[in-house]
């Protein structure tokens, strides 16, 4: 038995990396593979959440219940996040977004020219999109992640405040990418507290039952 503690919320998720198209067939992207944000989707939809999980490239099946809109760029998860978020109660950002894409991108594939010759990548920086959704007038509940690779404690403590979110989740094992497993500290206002080690299955659901009780709490639902 499961209570819906999340019963007619809506709650949208970012998963996955972003890929950032160099030229028609090559791009940047990085090593995300979407496992925790997909076990997050299916653990609120479970809760009873209608959930949409904007996703950028990864191998995962959507999750049974779950409405996934599939994106490559930073600037299009952005958009497709900012289309919808004003119908959403809670906004969970896990994706690991590129922070540049590549400014001078050829419509063209960049041929190989000379053995000398070697193309000159310009970055812009992307939109942060867990900042834009966080800076709306009438802002869901926010859930930011953090992959620090040192002083977790100290930088997730900050990165909540400077992001002006009520809770961010940081990742202690910095090569979570990818894995089945993962090790998660939560800070809020209150201060932090640790998820231990487990399957990223387990830890969702821990966290959406976290999410679920501060809601509660805070906005007497
Ligand atoms: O500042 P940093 O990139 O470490 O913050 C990570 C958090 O911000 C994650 O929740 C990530 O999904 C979100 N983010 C975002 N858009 C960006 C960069 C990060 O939503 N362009």
């Not at 999980?53 to 998860?77: F, I, K």
């Not at 002006?164 to 090569?175: E, K, Q």
Request: with cysteine; net charge neutral.
């Amino acid at each position: 038995f499961q209570s819906k503690t999340l019963a007619g919320k809506r709650v949208l998720i970012t998963a996955g990396p972003t890929f950032e198209p160099i030229d028609p067939v090559r791009g940047i992207t990085n090593l995300s593979s979407g496992k925790m944000g997909y076990a997050i989707a299916q653990a609120a939809w479970e809760a009873g959440a209608h959930v949409t999980l904007v996703s950028g490239p990864t191998a995962l099946d959507a999750p049974y219940g779950v409405q996934r809109q599939q994106v490559q760029t930073a600037q299009q998860m952005h958009d497709a996040v900012m289309a919808q978020v004003n119908t959403q109660d809670i906004f969970i950002a896990v994706a690991a977004v590129a922070d540049w894409r590549v400014a001078n991108a050829s419509d063209q594939k960049i041929k190989k020219t000379s053995d000398s010759d070697t193309p000159q990548l310009q970055f812009a920086q992307n939109p942060d999109i867990l900042a834009s959704v966080a800076a709306l007038p009438k802002a869901p509940y926010c859930v930011g992640f953090a992959a620090e690779s040192e002083n977790l404690l100290e930088y997730g403590a900050a990165k909540r405040i400077k992001k002006n979110i009520p809770l961010l989740v940081g990742n202690i094992g910095h090569h979570t990418f990818g894995k089945d497993e993962n090790e998660l500290v939560l800070f809020d206002a209150k201060g932090h507290q640790a998820l231990a080690k487990a399957d990223k299955q387990s830890l969702a659901k821990q966290l959406i039952d976290h999410i679920s009780g501060e809601l509660r709490g805070a906005h007497g639902i």
